[in-house]
């Protein structure tokens, strides 16, 4: 069966550094998002795009976030400068196939950021 | 704007007992509402989804939800939980009616399972 595929797994990384985090979505999805969940916390919307251009952001995402989907496989989300407050799980997701289907999103399962 | 409440953080019951996770619902316009599963160290797995048509949505590995509008309320349900049902489950609702909506999600329940 398909699948979203993340990478890294987990990643530590020190305070200020760039860090990218790449996704794989369903090969033909139209829509890729990203979220996250601080340790304990709710899952957050970050990011919508959508043909080659984000469709939504949300008020985490400033502009220490970029996302970028550089060829046709992959959907990366880079944080510039990383905080402290950055550590989370990133799930990356993917949706619309076909005709699309309201709010079926596939998650991969996630990155863990680290940041000391 | 649309959002879900999650009603308890934990829930704890017995292998064979119900399970009752509960969900209410905020929605400014017709909703379309999902519960995902998160296994420990595991994204998150779509269970179940209301969009249209039937109130009584029923999902993978015996769960069902039913969209009450009344009550706007859309709680989960297992007749008999069993071990492997120990997951965090995150209700959660569309802000729109196509693919490229997203999801916003409830603050989670966590489901322990009692041997």
């Known amino acids: 069966e398909p699948e979203v595929t993340q990478t890294p797994s987990h990643q530590v990384t020190q305070m200020g550094q760039e860090v990218i985090l790449r996704c794989v979505p369903i090969?033909?999805?139209?829509?890729f998002y990203w979220y996250r969940q601080i340790l304990g916390q709710k899952v957050e919307f970050l990011v919508s795009?959508?043909?080659?251009?984000?469709?939504?952001k949300s008020e985490i995402f400033d502009d220490q976030f970029s996302v970028e989907r550089p060829d046709g496989s992959n959907f990366t989300l880079k944080i510039r400068s990383t905080k402290l407050e950055d550590s989370a799980m990133y799930f990356c997701?993917?949706?619309?196939?076909?005709?699309?289907?309201?709010?079926?999103?596939?998650f991969g399962e996630g990155s863990r950021l680290t940041v000391l | 704007a649309q959002s879900v409440t999650q009603l308890g953080s934990h829930v704890s019951v017995s292998e064979g007992a119900l399970v009752l996770l509960r969900c209410n619902y905020s929605?400014?316009?017709?909703?379309?509402l999902f519960w995902y599963v998160q296994y420990p160290n595991q994204g998150l797995q779509l269970l179940l989804k209301?969009?249209?048509?039937?109130?009584l949505v029923k999902g993978i590995n015996g769960f069902e939800a039913e969209f009450k509008k009344s009550e706007t309320s859309f709680h989960l349900t297992k007749p008999s939980a069993h071990m492997s049902d120990a997951a965090e489950y995150f209700c959660?609702?569309?802000?729109?009616?196509?693919?490229?909506?997203?999801?916003?999600f409830g603050s989670g329940t966590r489901l322990s399972i009692r041997p």
């Open positions: 959660a609702v569309s802000d729109g009616d196509s693919s490229a909506s997203k999801i916003i």
């Open positions: 929605s400014s316009v017709p909703p379309y």
């Open positions: 795009f959508y043909n080659n251009e984000i469709s939504e």
């Open positions: 209301y969009t249209t048509g039937a109130t």
């Open positions: 997701a993917s949706s619309g196939r076909g005709g699309g289907r309201v709010g079926e999103l596939f």
């Open positions: 090969s033909n999805h139209l829509y």
